[in-house]
């Protein structure tokens, strides 16, 4: 199946790319100071290590200490601008593997890579409406810790997959000049 960005002039890919690669920065560079407030003992990771705590046990500790620090508007925050974090690294991984793959000419594996990214972007809105539900409503129960470990799982596996064929095609460019 053609991913949507497949229909971009191949002459704007990697002039888009780069300027979605601007926006990513920017755009961690914010996750990573609003979630600064996060960090402690039971989540030395921040909203990451709410992410992917897997038991109702661990998310609970993480909500209690948020809790006590005054950070739960902080990790409310971070998830809501998360939404659109997604978005921006979605389209970035995945506008990067559509142009890697033309640049190679190696479409299919491309689009993969592409589909891929926007499938992570996909899984991060289910574990972010996890996560939204227990810090709403303070509480971790079973099995909403378990959901949001699969599916920040999956996201990561499939981001990372992305990523990888990206920096992989990306070295492979330079060789060829």
Do not use: C
């Amino acid at each position: 199946m053609p991913h949507p960005f497949e229909s971009v002039e191949p002459r704007f890919l990697g002039a888009l790319a780069l300027r979605l690669g601007a926006l990513v920065v920017f755009s961690t560079a914010l996750m990573l100071f609003i979630d600064v407030p996060l960090q402690g003992d039971a989540a030395p990771w921040g909203i990451v290590s709410f992410e992917i705590a897997g038991t109702p046990h661990r998310a609970l500790a993480i909500l209690v200490e948020w809790q006590n620090k005054s950070a739960l508007g902080h990790a409310k925050l971070s998830l809501i601008v998360d939404f659109v974090y997604l978005l921006i690294y979605g389209a970035f991984f995945s506008m990067l593997a559509i142009w890697v793959g033309k640049r190679l000419d190696v479409q299919v594996s491309g689009t993969r890579a592409a589909w891929a990214a926007t499938l992570a972007a996909g899984f991060d809105v289910l574990e972010n409406g996890v996560l939204l539900f227990e810090v709403a409503r303070f509480s971790s129960p079973a099995p909403y810790p378990q959901l949001a470990l699969a599916f920040a799982g999956v996201k990561f596996a499939l981001i990372g997959a992305s990523m990888l064929y990206s920096l992989v095609g990306g070295a492979r460019m330079l060789r060829r000049r």
